[in-house]
């Protein structure tokens, strides 16, 4: 089984709806992370958590918000979603320790029409 | 704030060949670390290797390596005896030792690879 994992793999949605994305991980790590990527940007932070209590912007924020239900899930909301939010969108995970590596998950392809 | 810029969008190689994807970022600190992840048509995001800034010796992962310049701010990755599998983008970033820990990415260098 894969260790983050990511729901829905792909959603189709029209501007203004009310989206979540879920991501959970059995790696036991104290830190998520949300991103997203464009074409020709790389990724980029939307929100991260050190745990369940702690939660922080990114450097992409306006427009989403975000819930750490659990130290293994971090799910991203668009209250409203709009066009320019079309993006792969990708949460990763980190143990918490200095040296640590982040692992992603497989990524949530969303479409805002 | 720091910058990590990866100046060819597109490279290709011959299978079994040797190719070196460029990179190179922009920052004040002296303490940090650096990564490249590979990204396959899957979408999925795999550490391919990382290098710790204060360490001289090179990082090397099989047939990855770098080549890791800190005075130069230059961060290049070696992918020797190209395999098709090898194809992807791959993806440059930078992490603070302080900073929350929090990744910046290059734009990404999309790797063909032919047979």
């Known amino acids: 089984d894969a260790d983050v994992t990511q729901t829905p793999r792909n959603r189709i949605t029209k501007t203004g709806k009310r989206i979540m994305l879920e991501c959970s991980q059995t790696k036991g790590h104290d830190r998520m992370y949300w991103y997203r990527q464009d074409p020709g940007l790389g990724l980029r932070l939307i929100y991260y958590s050190f745990d369940v209590k702690d939660i922080n912007k990114g450097e992409i924020s306006d427009g989403y918000s975000v819930s750490r239900q659990a130290q293994a899930k971090f799910s991203l909301s668009l209250e409203s979603a709009i066009p320019n939010q079309t993006a792969l969108y990708f949460c990763?995970?980190?143990?918490?320790?200095?040296?640590?590596?982040?692992?992603f998950g497989p990524g949530t392809r969303l479409l805002v029409l | 704030a720091q910058t990590v810029t990866q100046s060819q969008p597109e490279m290709s190689v011959q299978e079994a060949e040797t190719v070196t994807l460029s990179c190179t970022y922009d920052t004040s600190e002296s303490d940090y670390y650096l990564f490249w992840y590979k990204q396959p048509p899957s979408r999925q995001m795999i550490l391919v290797i990382r290098q710790e800034a204060y360490k001289q010796q090179n990082a090397t992962e099989n047939r990855f390596s770098v080549n890791f310049q800190k005075a130069a701010k230059s961060f290049s990755l070696k992918i020797s005896d190209s395999q098709l599998g090898d194809a992807a983008m791959y993806f440059c970033?930078?992490?603070?030792?302080?900073?929350?820990?929090?990744?910046?990415f290059g734009g990404g260098t999309r790797l063909m690879v032919k047979p």
């Open positions: 970033a930078y992490r603070s030792h302080n900073a929350g820990n929090m990744l910046t």
């Open positions: 990763a995970t980190s143990e918490g320790s200095s040296e640590e590596t982040q692992y």
